[in-house]
């Protein structure tokens, strides 16, 4: 029996199998896109997918979508002018942790504030998985990496207390284990506008699980499962994680906040109701 | 799977007619992290002695007609190598 | 008007309505002019975070469809070079203003300078080819702004202007020709099946026709090295075929692309080399070694990138010396040389930056070569 996935329309097949390790969750937070832009029937042509680099950076060359995979750090100004360039598109970003807020955190915190009409997904696995399991911005205190090999001594960003405070009008958290729910807030994020960020938490089994005493694959999501609370509305500053407490997932911010191309038409193109179109 | 449940179930669960679905897996795409196998709401799937041309443990639908068609394979799986479908029921069993 | 307006004109009237930068002297004047200039083209200003996300910006613009610029200096531009680099390798149209300032470093930020030559040509990492244009006027600075833009459009490449703080900021009259009389290129667009279409499929031209994102060819554009179709392919063989080509798109239209002008030199012995704004000092110069009977003439650069070596070479085998007036200790002073090839002498008359070339120092270089000729 010949039978075709159904996320294979979306997929450059051609490339498939991906580079992704067994049991990666950045495949997982992919395959959830990809159900959340087909439940959404919105016109494919007008997506555009930007990523920069990393493993997460990947996912641009497996969609078939316009898709742009381009310098470390800089997929949110590259996105930016796509966005401004082309108001009608659907820009999305979908980026790793290091990328987007380490290299690339001062482009997350402008973005946001100037609230950018785009859709930000950050697959966060806590450490530098491309280059080997190195310690990242979101690495907790105390976990080990291949440059914290005593455990790490820096505390890690709070993701969606920082989106929030920088101006994010949709912020949620979930994990690759939350399959449906996070498959749900990608499409409600494609409902909204203005900045909106989902932080997805994902093993890397590889570079991080193996030296946190996560070796198997199953072992994150064990971890996940055991330890993640779901808590709607909650404040986002209790959403910071380290190894022992609670991690707290949900939706933490839905808000309505004028978008930067609202401010510009208001201000440039009064008599026309609709965005203002550049050219 | 004790506790947390990680797909909704309908309010009206008990009075809708239980879709039935079958699994497809492509077995070369999947590199055997056994997440299907781990969260599968039915436990449709195992790992047997089958394994893929490189070398992965892939899984098998041994209790295939208990499959619901969730699609949470579908979506979990890392790799795009398993999918649900729905299988037609036929018009009588509805209640 | 000055330079830098003009240049921001000239962007407008290529048709350039998107324009990302962030503040630096002596460039700034381009941004506030089109800050001022765009909104009200239908077109779009935004002052970025940084210059790294002003160079990434327009680089998204120009996969919108836009024709999009950003201008800089020095520092600006070091930062640019990273994203500079995708723009070479997914071959996208845009322009980067240089108005150079003295360096390294934070350096003379309001002085002159010509020293990121050699960064305009290699700056980025990696083996590619590049197209830059050097303005001596603001008049210049207006018509190599739309030409660096028909070039950008038409090659698929980046261009850079390269220009500097005297002529950014000289005041000078400049006459805008009719719309009817200013030739644009627009980039060429796809034909065929979408489905079918290759990004960087390209024909005897080494040049690859361009989509539009939000056109329905859904393509996949990366800085990893590609094949025709866009696909990632991570061994040499992609590499050669990849490199080679964005290299031959450039070096097979070399002679249409580079632009040079000639004074006086079919009688001169001695030929200056100089562009930008030290073309002015060197005109100076030669007008009065001529005064003093000195057979002197100038071979102006108005295209720096990709260097004009044949005509060089030519030149040296007639020419008993080429001196290359720049403002720094020897950039386009090695091409030159190299050029040259031993068959002419090379001088250079340069200085580390923060003023002009003095007209003096020209003729003293002059008198030099011509006494002992
Ligand atoms: S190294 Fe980690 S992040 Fe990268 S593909 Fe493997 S599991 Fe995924
Ligand atoms: S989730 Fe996918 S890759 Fe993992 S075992 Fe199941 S089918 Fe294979």
Not at chain 3, 66 to 85: D, I, R, V, Y
Not at chain 3, 104 to 120: E, F, H, N
Not at chain 3, 239 to 244: L, R, S
């Given at each position: 029996m010949k039978s075709v996935h159904p996320y294979d329309e979306l997929l450059r097949t051609d490339r498939i199998p991906h580079i992704w390790c067994p049991g990666c969750g950045i495949g997982t937070a992919f395959s959830s896109m990809l159900a959340a832009i087909k439940e959404s029937a919105l016109p494919l042509e007008d997506f555009a997918v930007v990523s920069g680099i990393g493993c997460t950076g990947r996912v641009a060359g497996y969609l078939k979508l316009d898709s742009f995979h381009t310098t470390h750090g800089r997929a949110l100004p590259f996105a930016t002018g796509l966005k401004l360039g082309n108001p009608r598109l659907n820009v999305v970003t979908f980026s790793g942790d290091g990328d987007l807020f380490a290299i690339g955190g001062n482009h997350f915190i402008h973005a946001a504030r100037r609230n950018i009409d785009l859709a930000v997904f950050c697959v966060n696995n806590f450490n530098y998985g491309m280059t080997g399991g190195q310690v990242a911005p979101t690495t907790p205190y105390g976990a080990k990496t291949a440059t914290t090999p005593m455990g790490n001594d820096e505390w890690p960003f709070n993701l969606p207390l920082l989106a929030y405070a920088v101006g994010a009008v949709y912020v949620a958290r979930w994990t690759t284990l939350h399959v449906r729910r996070l498959t749900d807030a990608i499409r409600e994020v494609f409902d909204r506008r203005g900045f909106r960020f989902i932080e997805i938490l994902a093993p890397c089994p590889t570079a991080y699980g193996r030296r946190n005493r996560m070796k198997a694959p199953l072992d994150v999501l064990k971890y996940f499962e055991a330890r993640v609370r779901v808590r709607h509305d909650a404040d986002p500053a209790e959403a910071q994680i380290d190894l022992e407490s609670p991690i707290v997932v949900g939706k933490f911010v839905d808000r309505k906040r004028p978008t930067f191309l609202d401010l510009w038409s208001k201000r440039y193109a009064p008599d026309e109701d609709e965005e203002v179109h550049v050219a | 799977m004790e506790g947390v449940k990680f797909w909704r179930k309908p309010l009206d669960w008990e009075m809708i007619q239980v879709t039935r679905g079958r699994v497809h897996i492509f077995e070369d795409r999947c590199k055997g992290c056994g997440y299907c196998i781990a969260y599968c709401p039915r436990d449709v799937l195992s790992f047997t002695d089958r394994f893929n041309r490189k070398g992965y443990h892939v899984p098998s639908a041994l209790k295939e007609e208990e499959c619901v068609n969730c699609h949470f394979c579908e979506i979990i799986c890392p790799d795009f190598a398993i999918y649900s479908e729905e299988i037609p029921q036929p018009k009588e069993i509805e209640l | 008007?000055?330079?830098?307006?003009?240049?921001?004109?000239?962007?407008?009237?290529?048709?350039?309505?998107?324009?990302?930068?962030?503040?630096?002297?002596?460039?700034?004047?381009?941004?506030?002019?089109?800050?001022?200039?765009?909104?009200?083209?239908?077109?779009?200003?935004?002052?970025?975070?940084?210059?790294?996300?002003?160079?990434?910006?327009?680089?998204?613009?120009?996969?919108?469809?836009?024709?999009?610029?950003?201008?800089?200096?020095?520092?600006?531009?070091?930062?640019?070079?990273?994203?500079?680099?995708?723009?070479?390798?997914?071959?996208?149209?845009?322009?980067?203003?240089?108005?150079?300032?003295?360096?390294?470093?934070?350096?003379?930020?309001?002085?002159?300078?010509?020293?990121?030559?050699?960064?305009?040509?290699?700056?980025?990492?990696?083996?590619?080819?590049?197209?830059?244009?050097?303005?001596?006027?603001?008049?210049?600075?207006?018509?190599?702004?739309?030409?660096?833009?028909?070039?950008?459009?038409?090659?698929?490449?980046?261009?850079?202007?390269?220009?500097?703080?005297?002529?950014?900021?000289?005041?000078?009259?400049?006459?805008?020709?009719?719309?009817?009389?200013?030739?644009?290129?627009?980039?060429?667009?796809?034909?065929?099946?979408?489905?079918?279409?290759?990004?960087?499929?390209?024909?005897?031209?080494?040049?690859?026709?361009?989509?539009?994102?939000?056109?329905?060819?859904?393509?996949?554009?990366?800085?990893?090295?590609?094949?025709?179709?866009?696909?990632?392919?991570?061994?040499?063989?992609?590499?050669?075929?990849?490199?080679?080509?964005?290299?031959?798109?450039?070096?097979?239209?070399?002679?249409?692309?580079?632009?040079?002008?000639?004074?006086?030199?079919?009688?001169?012995?001695?030929?200056?080399?100089?562009?930008?704004?030290?073309?002015?000092?060197?005109?100076?110069?030669?007008?009065?070694?001529?005064?003093?009977?000195?057979?002197?003439?100038?071979?102006?650069?108005?295209?720096?990138?990709?260097?004009?070596?044949?005509?060089?070479?030519?030149?040296a085998t007639t020419m008993d010396a080429l001196i290359t007036v720049e403002i720094n200790l020897g950039q386009i002073a090695l091409e030159v040389e190299r050029s040259a090839a031993g068959r002419a002498a090379t001088d250079l008359v340069g200085h580390a930056g923060g003023t002009i070339i003095e007209p003096g120092a020209i003729l003293e270089a002059i008198e030099a070569r011509c006494l002992n000729v």
């Open positions: - | - | 008007m000055n330079g830098d307006v003009a240049c921001a004109e000239g962007a407008i009237a290529a048709g350039c309505r998107f324009f990302a930068g962030y503040p630096i002297t002596p460039a700034t004047e381009v941004a506030e002019h089109m800050a001022v200039r765009l909104p009200y083209l239908g077109g779009m200003h935004i002052q970025m975070e940084d210059e790294i996300a002003s160079m990434a910006a327009i680089l998204g613009a120009s996969w919108a469809g836009q024709k999009a610029m950003t201008s800089t200096s020095g520092p600006g531009f070091s930062l640019m070079m990273e994203n500079l680099g995708l723009g070479i390798v997914t071959e996208t149209p845009c322009v980067v203003v240089n108005v150079q300032r003295a360096g390294p470093s934070t350096g003379l930020p309001t002085l002159v300078a010509q020293g990121d030559m050699m960064q305009a040509r290699w700056g980025s990492h990696g083996h590619y080819e590049i197209i830059a244009l050097v303005p001596s006027s603001p008049q210049e600075a207006f018509d190599y702004t739309i030409r660096a833009f028909n070039l950008s459009e038409k090659y698929r490449v980046p261009v850079l202007l390269m220009t500097d703080e005297v002529v950014g900021h000289m005041m000078e009259k400049v006459t805008i020709p009719p719309k009817s009389a200013i030739r644009l290129v627009s980039r060429r667009k796809p034909r065929g099946a979408k489905a079918r279409h290759q990004p960087f499929s390209a024909d005897a031209s080494h040049i690859p026709p361009m989509a539009t994102a939000g056109d329905g060819y859904f393509m996949h554009i990366t800085g990893l090295t590609h094949d025709s179709r866009g696909y990632p392919g991570m061994d040499a063989p992609t590499q050669k075929e990849m490199v080679e080509r964005l290299v031959a798109k450039i070096r097979t239209h070399a002679e249409e692309i580079m632009d040079v002008e000639e004074y006086l030199l079919e009688d001169a012995r001695v030929v200056l080399v100089s562009y930008g704004v030290s073309v002015r000092s060197s005109l100076k110069a030669m007008f009065e070694a001529r005064d003093r009977g000195m057979k002197v003439g100038l071979l102006k650069l108005n295209t720096v990138w990709p260097f004009p070596e044949r005509r060089v070479r030519e030149l």
